[in-house]
């Protein structure tokens, strides 16, 4: 299984971050790439470079700020989990983005995308 980790650091507190990266269906707000999503239960569905990729949320801890999905449908991907956490650094915010998959090489693939999406995300919470 490959994994990868992409983090970066944001200047908002961490229940300000939180607030954007907690919100299972909001992730089209920040994301690029992402065109649409929606929630349907538990499935969040993406329309990106004309896929259509369905996540599971697997768990969402808010007390320790931690999200967890899988892709599940839509991807090259035998297996994937991600994991998004949150932790406060004072006034600001670490942010770190661990994902799991098969085939490796696909982490090394995510892992860029997500470091991007991390500071996309940056841009738009600082903002």
Do not use: N
Request: proline share 2%; hydrophobic share 40%.
């Amino acid at each position: 299984m490959g994994t990868g980790t992409a983090e970066i650091d944001i200047d908002r507190s961490a229940d300000d971050v939180w607030a954007v990266v907690g919100d299972f269906g909001g992730i089209a707000g920040w994301m690029t790439g992402i065109e649409t999503c929606r929630v349907e239960g538990e499935s969040r569905i993406l329309e990106t470079m004309g896929m259509t990729i369905t996540e599971r949320l697997v768990s969402k801890d808010d007390d320790g700020r931690v999200l967890t999905y899988s892709v599940i449908d839509g991807a090259p991907v035998e297996r994937h989990e991600a994991v998004i956490t949150v932790t406060p650094t004072g006034g600001t915010s670490h942010v770190t983005w661990l994902v799991d998959a098969v085939p490796d090489e696909i982490a090394d693939f995510m892992t860029s995308v997500y470091q991007q999406s991390l500071e996309a995300l940056k841009a738009h919470v600082e903002a």
